[in-house]
């Protein structure tokens, strides 16, 4: 978007700026509309026909590509700090959360069951991991790490824990995306 907003506040239009970038007319467009990811080499003549550096170019228009921001979900009682953005790590996301969901009177309903594995850490505070039939209290500088096809829940214990969590893209769809 930043690119096509460029070229039309210089009133090219879309051949002009992809005879001085080099490029066909259908990449460039497509490059505009987001549906052709845009190659180093085509970003560079695209950058040197608009007269901006690659800083300017790519940059993001706020600071949402820097700063983290918390996605809060009142009804499970936690606060989650997406970590990382669909680049983690063998394809595991990283995540901060802040458990206020309160121990106690946990349901069957309550305890969740999907493939593969979670790993946590407490950073602050104590949580109650309900693991099948167990109540394990794990405070923090301890950390716990299971098989999730095990129902399971996390809830913090006489006040809010904060948590960081290594979740694979089973457990990503279960705990982030309900």
Do not use: C
């Amino acid at each position: 978007m930043r690119i096509r907003s460029l070229r039309k506040g210089r009133g090219w239009s879309l051949d002009n700026l992809a005879a001085r970038a080099g490029i066909s007319p259908s990449q460039l467009s497509r490059i505009e509309t987001g549906h052709r990811r845009i190659s180093l080499d085509q970003l560079t003549a695209i950058s040197g026909a608009l007269g901006k550096s690659l800083d300017e170019l790519v940059a993001s228009p706020d600071d949402s590509d820097v700063v983290i921001r918390p996605d809060r979900d009142e009804s499970r009682g936690l606060t989650t700090w997406l970590l990382t953005k669909g680049d983690g790590p063998q394809g595991l996301t990283v995540a901060k959360m802040r458990v206020t969901g309160q121990a106690g009177g946990v349901t069957p309903d309550d305890l969740g069951v999907h493939p593969g594995r979670d790993w946590f850490t407490v950073l602050s505070g104590t949580v109650v991991l309900y693991l099948g039939e167990r109540v394990i209290r794990v405070e923090a500088g301890q950390a716990a790490s299971f098989s999730t096809m095990t129902p399971h829940a996390i809830r913090s214990d006489r006040g809010p824990a904060e948590i960081l969590v290594i979740l694979d893209h089973h457990g990503e769809r279960s705990h982030l995306h309900r």
